[in-house]
């Protein structure tokens, strides 16, 4: 039998067309293919009805998987570890197969772990700063925070050290300071390594809103970026800056100051969360609900769980389950899920059991097809 018999009951298929593949073909006389080879090799393949469906784009899922940041989030699969896209696509696989975490992008940069030491990606998914430091954080105002050797300084972006280690704990950089701890005090330096708070305080925070956290004696107060007190400490709790109002403590109670120290919230509530886009989440009577700026219940309390506002929504649990509302109280997501995160750059990871996924502001999973 020739070839040419070969090829038309081969073409005879029983499940529809078959795909052609012509492998190494050699034909005799003047019909002889340019191309020369010494195997003779017709190869007919059915379609892989499996294999085509598994491209196909369907809801992403992952074992775990970060916020979206600088265009990117992390999500990992089993062993695999990359970065997808606001379109579902991988855009940013890691080479090193040796990483067990990763962080989200910052400055260009992602904090990534080998092991028990921490090193920097690039946008490439290749070591920028190699594995090397014993704890790291994530950059901020060109800056990040780390540990070399038993002691904290601080690299730039090309892993250089700006400021040598020489503290026994340190922060990430907020505006323009930086907490340090140096024996059983806190201070604050500058991007010059300079100390321009003395560290003499029993505790401080980053500044936020260019003012910070510090406990003086037993109470807290603010400091001012020079080191002045801003706000008496006559608290027994205090927490950071956010949307013109912070968090005090006075006893068991909350309550929220403004930048002059007046009390805006009185200290009245069982527990709250800092303000965000207008709404804090405050717990009363057992359930979780939001007050606005001027202390007023802006959504009433109905929740299991209440987690700040990002992007117009926030996440909210009711009956275990997770959803988004509204700055009205509205369900834009209906509570559908085991877990949920916060909206950034327009999606929110979302958990369905055992894996997580994303969604965007309409509720709708995204799609795509990765690893």
Request: glycine letters at 12%; one cysteine or more.
């Amino acid at each position: 039998m020739n070839w040419r018999n070969i090829l038309q009951l081969a073409l005879v298929g029983t499940l529809g067309s078959p795909l052609l593949s012509l492998v190494g073909c050699e034909f005799s006389g003047a019909n002889k293919p340019l191309l020369d080879t010494t195997t003779t090799m017709v190869e007919f393949i059915r379609p892989n009805i499996v294999a085509q469906a598994s491209q196909m784009r369907g809801p992403l899922l992952f074992d775990t998987a970060s916020d979206f940041s600088e265009g990117v989030a992390m999500v990992r699969l089993q062993n695999r570890i990359g970065y997808i896209d606001r379109n579902g696509s991988l855009t940013i696989n890691v080479l090193d197969d040796n990483v067990t975490v990763a962080g989200k992008y910052v400055d260009g940069l992602a904090l990534a772990r080998v092991g028990d030491y921490y090193g920097y990606l690039d946008r490439q998914g290749d070591w920028a700063i190699d594995v090397q430091f014993r704890q790291a954080k994530s950059f901020a105002e060109g800056l990040a925070a780390v540990q070399g050797g038993s002691k904290y300084g601080f690299v730039n972006r090309k892993g250089e050290w700006v400021i040598e280690p020489q503290f026994d704990l340190a922060e990430s950089f907020a505006d323009g300071r930086a907490t340090v701890k140096e024996g059983g005090s806190y201070g604050y330096i500058d991007a010059n390594g300079s100390r321009v708070i003395p560290s003499n305080l029993r505790d401080a925070w980053s500044f936020s809103e260019s003012l910070a956290v510090a406990k003086l004696d037993e109470q807290y107060g603010y400091l001012r970026p020079d080191g002045t007190v801003a706000i008496p400490a006559v608290y027994d709790g205090a927490f950071s800056f956010s949307g013109g109002l912070a968090r005090v403590r006075q006893g068991p109670s909350f309550g929220y100051i403004n930048p002059e120290g007046e009390m805006v919230v009185e200290a009245e509530l069982a527990f709250a969360s800092d303000f965000s886009e207008g709404r804090a989440a405050v717990l009363m009577d057992g359930k979780w609900g939001y007050i606005d700026q001027q202390g007023e219940v802006a959504i009433a309390p109905q929740f299991d769980y209440a987690a700040d506002f990002s992007e117009g929504l926030a996440a909210v649990q009711q009956d275990g389950r997770y959803g988004y509302i509204d700055t009205d109280g509205n369900w834009v997501v209906e509570p559908t899920y085991t877990n949920a995160g916060r909206f950034s750059e327009g999606f929110a990871r979302v958990q369905m059991e055992n894996q997580w996924g994303f969604i965007d502001e309409a509720g709708d999973l995204m799609t795509g097809s990765v690893f």
